[in-house]
């Protein structure tokens, strides 16, 4: 007798009806559908820690660089030692110099001002240096802004609040020259943050040549490029 071969199409039906009966017996009848294989290799943090933009105001608490450049302190500032020497540091990048405004003044009056007159939270500058009337002449008063290593209030504008160090010097100097102790203690605290943050005297600003809107702080009579010319024989060391 001669065979004959199958249909085709009966092969295919068997096969067809063998993977549904082994659809069924593994998953049962109305099971969801396996999930989809993960990634075997997952993504990789990048190590680091993420970087402000230009402009914006860094989280609090601030993560500080843990160290910078040793840098000898003066004898002018000896007094100040423990305060100005911080275990982490912000990364300043700009030093804003203001005047009161006014004759007399210290740092504990002007908190007060800027708490009840301006609503913060503080004294809005890093670093008052006295006139001798309120505070000691060429004293240096540090805030709790500097002790904290938080960002300024002083700047009226954005970048140099959250990166530049605020110095206010009472007195007047609009219409005043400053007394050459009191410069001598600001010309010692700001070629010693200079030296310490890298700053270079193109980056010692006034408040004026910041502020948004405008201002006449710290004064025509303020001697903003002596500043920078010691700041600058100072980096040269």
């Given at each position: 007798m001669t065979l004959?071969?199958?249909?085709?199409?009966?092969?295919?039906?068997?096969?067809?009806?063998v993977c549904a009966?082994?659809?069924?017996?593994v998953s049962g009848p109305g099971a969801d559908p396996p999930p989809p294989m993960k990634a075997l290799v997952q993504p990789v943090p990048v190590?680091?820690?993420?970087v402000s933009p230009v402009g914006a105001d860094p989280p609090e608490p601030f993560a500080g660089i843990p160290f910078a450049p040793i840098v000898p302190i003066p004898e002018s500032?000896?007094?100040i030692a423990g305060a100005l020497v911080q275990p982490e540091t912000r990364e300043w990048k700009s030093i804003i110099v203001h005047h009161?405004?006014?004759?007399?003044?210290?740092?504990a009056e002007f908190d007060k001002l800027h708490r009840e007159e301006r609503g913060w939270d503080m004294l809005g500058y890093q670093?008052?240096?006295?006139?001798?009337?309120?505070?000691?002449?060429?004293?240096?008063?540090?805030g709790p802004r500097w002790l904290r290593q938080l960002h300024g209030a002083h700047a009226g504008e954005e970048f140099h609040n959250a990166y530049g160090i605020g110095i206010c010097v009472v007195g007047n100097y609009m219409?005043?020259?400053m007394p050459e102790g009191v410069y001598a203690a600001l010309r010692d605290l700001t070629c010693w943050l200079a030296r310490r943050y890298s700053i270079t005297p193109d980056r010692i600003l006034g408040h004026s040549q910041v502020r948004v809107g405008g201002t006449e702080c710290p004064g025509v009579?303020?001697?903003l490029e002596r500043l920078r010319a010691d700041a600058a024989a100072a980096l040269r060391k």
């Open positions: 004959r071969p199958r249909p085709v199409r009966v092969v295919l039906l068997v096969a067809a009806l009966i082994s659809g069924i017996l190590p680091g820690r993420a500032l000896s007094g009161s405004a006014s004759l007399s003044g210290n740092a670093f008052v240096i006295g006139n001798g009337d309120g505070a000691p002449a060429g004293g240096v008063e540090v219409d005043h020259e009579r303020f001697p």
